[in-house]
């Protein structure tokens, strides 16, 4: 087993974990329970458990996976939206973005998520990533 280095880029937007994430009230058990949507009861009268409850979502507009068209990129405690290349050697070191690589994810993040752009937080970003390697390298 080896640890490998490599370096990664991404030009996008960085976004904080926790922006990514929000409370939702929700539905606590999974009893087929008929009930008013405006005023839920506290207990389920089926389970006896409580009713409505809180857990912790994906943000509207994020899937898990994705914002629109972009991948979601976790690297380096963040997440990025944007463009991304690892460079693992040098023959896939380069890539040529749109001409309109800002406005494309501008206007995606403000279709989908406008509450996450920051654009302070737009940049070009050089990360040293690691993966682990089970097989001899
Ligand atoms: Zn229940």
């Not at 949507?37 to 912790?56: A, D, I, T, V």
């Not at 800002?102 to 993040?109: H, L």
Request: glycine content about 8%; proline content about 4%.
């Amino acid at each position: 087993m080896a640890l490998e280095y490599y370096a990664r880029a991404i030009v996008g937007l960085r976004i904080a974990a926790n922006k990514l994430t929000e409370k939702k009230l929700t539905r606590a058990c999974s009893c087929a329970v008929q009930y008013d949507e405006k005023n839920p009861p506290n207990f389920c009268s089926n389970c006896g458990g409580s009713f409505m409850g809180e857990s912790l979502c994906h943000i509207n507009g994020y899937d898990g996976r994705s914002i629109g068209d972009f991948p979601v990129i976790p690297s380096d405690g963040y997440f990025y939206i944007g463009f991304f290349i690892d460079a693992k050697s040098v023959d896939n070191a380069f890539k040529v973005l749109p001409g309109s690589f800002k406005k494309d994810i501008y206007d995606t993040v403000m279709r989908y998520a406008p509450d996450l752009w920051d654009e302070e937080k737009f940049g070009l970003y050089a990360i040293l990533e690691h993966e682990y390697c089970s097989q001899h390298c």
